[in-house]
């Protein structure tokens, strides 16, 4: 099975274009949902977490303030390492556990941070969402209400887009109208069918 992992920066527009490949058929494992349930309370990460970073991360219902925790470790270099040494070990064990369970022709894996986090030896390509900038900006600034400074530390703390770019093996353009995404994400889909059935035929010769 073939697996694509997609990444961009931020308000590129990850979610929409993973959902365009659900309605076509395929599964997507997003590592953002996964982390989501490891920080859950009852879970053993949330006991980790709160033990490492304590109390003041949590919620007047004493869940675990995302916003509040990636404040924290945002500009500390080693409060994030120590997020990411508790977090990313569970998440791809949960990644390859789903990939192994599939059964369709591919997969895609949404890694927000597949590069910097080192995620990609998890897929067999890398699927970059690439937007301007001012793009970027504005969604983001549209559905979370950050102002433009927040938005530009937080694109500053990513690796840039020349270096996403470098990266990739296949790019979805997503500065246009739905109509144009929908073209894109279909022409991206037909294409991993076939790279999905050719490398399917190495395999059984093989």
Partial sequence: MLRVGLTGGIGSGKSTIAALFVMRGVPVIDTDEIARGLTEPGQETFDEIVRAF????????????????????????????RLETILHPRIRAIVREKLAALETPYGIVVVPLLIESGFSDLVDRVLVVDAMENVQIQRT???SGLSEPEIRKIMSAQISRAQRLQQANDVIENNGDRKQLEAEVERMHQWYLSLATTTKKTDRKA
């Fill in 141 to 143: 600034a549209s559905r």
């Fill in 54 to 81: 304590g109390d003041t991360i949590l919620d007047e219902n004493r869940r675990i303030d995302r916003h509040r925790l990636r404040e924290r470790v945002f500009d500390n270099t080693d409060e994030r390492r």
